[in-house]
């Protein structure tokens, strides 16, 4: 299942843990995404959207 924004496209970042002994193993974060019925082109459509987008106003939700 695709982990990534679809009005800004917003993806997972790579990265390292780094503990107290600075041993380094690698990770990723995800972002917050949340399904949402909204308007996409006149069409009602459950779409993946992060939060920002939605905090924003990006998105328009279907009543």
Do not use: D, Y
Request: hydrophobic share 30%; glycine share 8%.
């Amino acid at each position: 299942m695709s982990k990534v924004c679809e009005i800004c496209g917003k993806g997972p970042s790579f990265g390292n843990n780094v503990s107290h002994a600075h041993n380094k193993t690698r990770r990723t974060w995800e972002p917050n995404l949340q399904k949402v019925k909204a308007l996409r082109n006149g069409t009602v459509r459950s779409i993946k959207v992060c939060t920002r987008c939605i905090r924003s106003g990006h998105v328009v939700k279907a009543l």
